[in-house]
């Protein structure tokens, strides 16, 4: 699999709607068509740099209930309109065709039990991310950099214990990160630690050049977790999203990580803890009694059922599961919910890995090195319509810009005018650079990624409106992932014109504007842009965010992309799944945004089952 395969393909991992692939993958999976009938999200403001607020070094003890009230096995009081105890169960399907060795993410990304699979949730994370995708404390309580932005210091909750009753130290930690550096191991993951921001001796260790001893990662006490980088990394806390503490004295007794698919071996110390695994048929968590930590849940129990995807959407409705994501959604399952009115009501929209699809060139070689020609390109795209027409409003917005609504220092607002619609322009540019009416253009070949058929609509559109607008022949031609991908990544590209996507590893620009750089996947090559995007993403200055949006004004202006629409994912929930985590967020998604019900989302502490469920279910969950 492709490094870049994160939130399509790391939902795999952690069973979300989206860290659903990282940044480039997600070219081979289906699309669904999800339901016209919602609003696009809104535009969200630029996210500045969040300093995390520590939450209580201890949980809050319970109050005393008030009478009637439903309390659950933490002694959290869930609010008025919340079902009984025994509904107190979300019950969602896990594809029964992919791998499922692990719940654990620092086990296996990639073997998780496929799109939609529930996991990480018996381990806390050092960090976790809130709706607004802004990182919080976790098993961190609090951290730290040195002046040279390369030694971290995370000072971690005291009061997390194993389920069987030993303390959670930072040993536990540095046992966990030995373990995925590992190459007895061979993680799956293994590339996500290396640059940007590597952890120190990372790359050698997971070569087998350097002892495990050798990590960047520490204790200096019981509870003092230490972490070096290679080069100066802001984003360090950002990526520790990935980072689901395993036992020790578990490791060292079992000799890998595998022990947490064992009910009967594993323990935990985060919100849940695993009570049947058996891959082809169930998987059930139940709330970890032992809980210390301060990520309380309110759901009792999470089960998942086994099921095919073509067969999932029947079982939503006759009432076997509470959700189905987006990603298991079939074309004709969307049809049905564009239909009914009710059905159509329990959409919720995600950013999922806020991908955008955008065209690009080759830019060192005639017509494309030519900025007029690019930027003449980049004023053909009608994105509104093609949205209305072919995407749908809930399967995408338009794209004026990289960055994506929600994600930190975008600025879709401000970039908006600099890739307008504009072919009047765009045939300006073009006389200007000689080709007036096309006369002289050679003819195209658009190449695209092994897209789906609604993909490839699309590209046929674009290319028709280039032909019509400007006089130049554009052929579509939907190439296989590693022809295209081998294509691509020649040195120098064998790509004239393609159109693909682009999604995150980690939230911070410099993942995403990264791959803009002279070494990254294309072949624009722009001394100014690297300097700005390099500085900034060894930069500590809070102003760095600000040099990110210069640094992508720069990118649009230069167009070595035109940018066409960023994908929103829509999943579809029963309406007695409720809570604070549905009410929308920054970009105005009210969708469980990544990373979804696991221990590095603080969505676990606000979803229940309402009264509500009572109508659908005629008796509790198994």
């Known amino acids: 699999m492709n490094r870049r395969t994160f939130l399509r393909a790391a939902a795999i991992g952690i069973g979300s709607a989206a860290l659903a692939a990282c940044g480039g993958g997600g070219g081979t999976t289906a699309p669904t068509q999800p339901p016209a009938t919602l609003p696009p999200p809104t535009t969200a403001p630029t996210l500045a740099p969040v300093q995390p607020t520590p939450p209580p070094t201890a949980a809050p003890a319970p109050t005393a209930a008030p009478a009637g009230a439903v309390t659950n096995s933490l002694g959290i009081t869930l609010p008025e309109n919340a079902a009984p105890l025994e509904h107190q169960t979300f019950v969602v399907y896990f594809d029964i065709t992919a791998d499922f060795t692990s719940p654990n993410q620092m086990e296996t990304i990639y073997k998780s039990g496929g799109f939609g699979s529930i996991t990480n949730l018996t381990g806390d994370t050092l960090v976790r991310l809130n709706k607004d995708f802004q990182v919080q404390p976790a098993a961190a309580l609090s951290w730290s950099s040195d002046e040279t932005g390369k030694v971290w210091t995370f000072n971690l909750d005291p009061n997390l214990v194993w389920s069987d009753g030993t303390p959670v130290t930072a040993e536990d930690f540095v046992a966990t990160f030995r373990y995925a550096a590992d190459p007895k191991h061979a993680w799956d993951f293994a590339w996500y630690y290396s640059a940007p921001g590597a952890i120190k001796n990372w790359d050698k260790c ?5 002892p495990l001893e050798e990590l960047g990662v520490t204790a200096k006490d019981k509870h003092t977790l230490v972490i070096e980088t290679e080069t100066p990394a802001p984003f360090l806390p950002a990526k520790l999203v990935y980072s ?9 007794e079992y000799g890998s990580g595998l022990y947490t698919a064992d009910p009967e071996k594993t323990i935990s110390c985060g919100p849940y803890i695993l009570k049947e695994f058996k891959p082809r048929e169930r998987v059930v968590f139940e709330i970890n009694p032992t809980y210390k930590g301060t990520n309380r849940p309110r759901i009792e129990r999470v089960v998942q059922i086994a099921a095919r995807p073509e067969a999932m959407f029947a079982g939503y409705q006759a009432g076997e599961v509470d959700r189905v994501t987006g990603e298991q959604l079939q074309t004709a399952d969307n049809e049905i919910i564009a239909r009914d009115p009710e059905l159509s009501k329990q959409v919720r929209l995600t950013a999922g890995d806020f991908r955008t699809d955008y065209l690009f060139f080759d830019c060192q070689n005639p017509p494309f090195n030519d900025v007029r020609v690019r930027r003449a390109f980049s004023h053909i795209v009608d994105r509104d319509t093609l949205i209305r027409t072919i995407i749908t409003p809930t ?29 009047e322009r765009g045939r300006a540019l073009l006389k200007e650079a000689g080709y007036e009416g096309g006369k002289g253009f050679p003819k195209l070949t658009l190449w695209l990624r092994n897209e789906p058929q609604i993909r490839q609509a699309l590209a046929a559109a674009i290319a028709a409106a280039i032909t019509q607008e400007y006089g130049i022949e554009v052929e579509v031609s939907n190439k296989d992932f590693k022809t295209f991908m081998d294509a691509l990544n020649a040195k120098p590209t064998q790509i004239q014109f393609g159109m693909v996507s682009y ?11 990264g791959v803009w750089l002279s070494t990254g996947r294309h072949n624009w090559f722009n001394k100014k842009f690297d300097e700005m995007v390099l500085s900034a993403s060894e930069s500590t200055d809070p102003n760095r965010i600000k040099v990110f949006q210069d640094a992508e004004r720069l990118l649009c202006e230069e167009a070595p992309a035109v940018f066409i629409y960023h994908r929103t994912v829509a999943d579809i929930y029963k309406p007695y799944v409720v809570g604070e985590c549905f009410e929308p967020n920054i970009a105005g998604f009210s969708g469980l945004q990544w990373p979804g019900f696991t221990s590095m989302s603080d969505s676990l502490q606000t979803l229940y089952m309402s009264n509500e469920v009572t109508k659908y279910r005629k008796a509790p969950p198994r």
């Not at 999604?503 to 504007?513: A, C, K, V, Y």
């Open 395 to 423: 399967q995408g917005i338009p794209a004026y810009s990289f960055l994506m609504p929600g994600f930190p220092a975008s600025n879709s607002e401000g970039l908006k005018d600099i890739q307008r619609y504009d072919p």
């Open 206 to 210: 997971v070569a087998g050049e350097l």
């Open 244 to 252: 689901e503490v395993l036992s020790a004295a578990k490791l060292k």
């Open 503 to 513: 999604g995150i590893d980690f939230l911070d620009p410099s993942n995403m504007l």
